[in-house]
């Protein structure tokens, strides 16, 4: 029988020592989309929950395209800020819809230089990966290997934390729009 608590505790390890590219080593060349589906692909592995999951297809590229999150391809060429404007959306997109993530990049892009800002996320996502990956090793410990109960119960105890997390953040959206939508009256 497969030890659960042995591979998490290999996950949550790699996920502690994941680090987010930071602008200057992203690749200095334009990619066309295969090219950039492959980078793009691992660089986000550590996030699969399968080997069947996928974390970047051309259809969502296309979709980021059409929805304005990311400028036009180039001669169908993906550049740096195209890259690193797709990983933060990847990173964000399980727990924030694409309009609300959209919103949030175009403020903190707003007049700010690209690489800072990039860079701060970069810093921001790995800081928080660690955090969380740690605090969640030291729960395991915890658990009896295999204990399905208690592995549930952990499982549910992190599902509240990222819905809770997930509903302040969906309110501040919507209280920004709303004081948005006043100005705009």
Not at 5 to 22: G, H, P
Not at 130 to 144: N, V
């Amino acid at each position: 029988m497969k030890d659960i608590n042995k591979s998490l505790k290999l996950w949550l390890e790699e996920i502690d020592q994941f680090e987010l590219t930071k602008y200057e080593q992203l690749p200095d060349i334009d990619l066309y989309m295969d090219q950039m589906l492959t980078y793009l692909e691992r660089q986000l592995n550590t996030f699969a929950i399968s080997s069947l999951d996928k974390q970047i297809t051309s259809s969502m590229i296309n979709n980021y395209v059409k929805g304005d999150c990311i400028p036009s391809p180039i001669s169908k060429k993906y550049n740096k800020e195209h890259i690193a404007l797709i990983l933060q959306i990847c990173l964000l997109k399980r727990a924030t819809n694409i309009s609300d993530i959209k919103q949030m990049l175009d403020a903190i892009y707003q007049n700010a230089d690209f690489l800072e800002t990039y860079n701060d996320f970069a810093d921001k996502a790995t800081q928080t990966l660690h955090q969380i990956s740690k605090e969640t090793l030291e729960k395991l410990e915890s658990i009896e290997s295999n204990n399905q109960n208690e592995l549930l119960r952990l499982a549910l105890e992190l599902s509240l934390i990222a819905n809770t997390n997930m509903l302040i953040a969906n309110r501040i959206i919507r209280y920004i729009e709303i004081q948005n939508d006043l100005k705009n009256e």
